[in-house]
């Protein structure tokens, strides 16, 4: 059976992404970096066939000899490591065989004008287009997040032709994830869970700027397709190198409706006195959490016309809308907000919420 190495196997992507390959096809011979040994435990327990190697990104040498080692190559790990994806190139280029590099990059590479204007929170109608508009899409200006990477796994098959190489690009994910470790996601949970803190909900400006959405499982479903199609006999389901570019996608959102949709929720759930929202600027969306503007300030638009068109990835799950009550639920449990909901019931002033005047 053809070898598989993959990194971030314990991240929120990358493990859905190994639960959805290593559960269809069990005999599949797979490697996974991890950073240690409490990392490879959890990976131990759910994959007990696979092969665990100890390291990190920076190990680029191991990298190198690993990915030597390997028919297809799933890059799930930091999407900004220029190094370790140079790593990654120069090991299948080794090879004498024909390899598959899969390497997870984001849309906020899209997010380039937003970030060159500093705008945050306007709306912007660009659509990028994986198919009809791939040009655009591999010729995003180099100044844009992800870019460095993305040129290298785009060039990979000029190091070596026997390299066929895809670039998967999610927008906002969310959902539970099903793999060994982190099973959360960032942007709306992050949004949720500051919320909650400070008890009040929040946009950015105007809050028109829109994202696009995916759950994480039908993401892991582009994986899983591109994988088949590397196991194929030539890859040819699948576009691979200069074109190889994926979307992933399941309809958009305005993140000023999110943020309203988020403190209406937990104002419902009596978490906090007010349904109204803060207009923050971008300074304060920074100081509520690090690249705040980028996670909720930004527009990031796609479509996901290749995966559809080549695979029949149409998505399947639930749209982020119909999650919001389940998002707030989580974030509110892990900051034991439940517990004041129990004491609440049973006659207690709940301590998270702020006193009333």
Not at 61 to 67: G, P, R, S, V
Not at 252 to 264: N, P
Not at 328 to 349: N, Q, S, Y
């Amino acid at each position: 059976m053809p070898k598989l190495f993959i990194t971030g196997a314990t991240g929120y992507i990358g493990g859905d992404a190994l639960y959805a390959v290593a559960n269809t096809y069990p005999d599949l011979e797979i490697t996974a970096l991890v950073r240690n040994s409490d990392k490879g435990a959890k990976v131990a327990a759910q994959y007990p066939k696979t092969r665990l190697v100890y390291s990190d990104l920076d190990s680029t040498d191991l990298i190198t000899k690993e990915a030597a080692d390997a028919d297809i190559m799933l890059h799930c790990a930091d999407c900004d490591h220029l190094s370790s994806a140079k790593a990654l190139v120069a090991g299948l280029a080794k090879s004498q065989k024909q390899t598959y590099l899969i390497h997870t990059s984001g849309t906020g590479i899209l997010c380039y004008e937003d970030f060159e204007q500093g705008t945050y929170g306007i709306a912007r109608e660009k659509v990028f287009d994986d198919w009809d508009g791939i040009t655009d899409v591999t010729s995003i200006p180099d100044s844009a997040i992800h870019r460095n990477v993305d040129k290298v796994v785009l060039a990979a098959n000029k190091a070596s032709s026997g390299i066929y190489s895809a670039i998967v690009c999610p927008p906002c994910i969310y959902g539970p994830g099903r793999g060994p470790d982190n099973k959360r996601s960032v942007q709306v949970y992050e949004m949720a869970r500051i919320a909650l803190e400070r008890h009040k909900g929040f946009v950015i400006n105007e809050g028109v700027n829109r994202w696009t959405e995916v759950h994480v499982q039908d993401l892991s479903n582009v994986y899983l397709a591109l994988v088949t199609a590397a196991l194929s006999p030539d890859g040819s389901k699948a576009t691979w190198n200069d074109k190889g570019y994926y979307f992933t996608e399941n309809g958009q959102f305005a993140w000023g409706e999110i943020g309203q949709k988020l403190a209406q929720l937990i104002f419902d759930k009596k978490l906090i006195n007010s349904a109204e929202v803060d207009h923050i600027e971008k300074d304060e969306a920074d100081k509520l959490k690090p690249w705040g503007s980028y996670l909720w300030g930004t527009n990031s638009l796609c479509k996901s016309t290749r995966a559809n068109k080549l695979f029949g990835c149409a998505p399947k799950e639930k749209s982020l809308a119909d999650l919001l009550t389940e998002i707030v639920d989580e974030e509110a449990r892990k900051l034991g907000l439940t517990k004041g909901h129990a004491a609440r019931a049973a006659g207690e002033t709940n301590p998270y919420l702020p006193a009333q005047n």
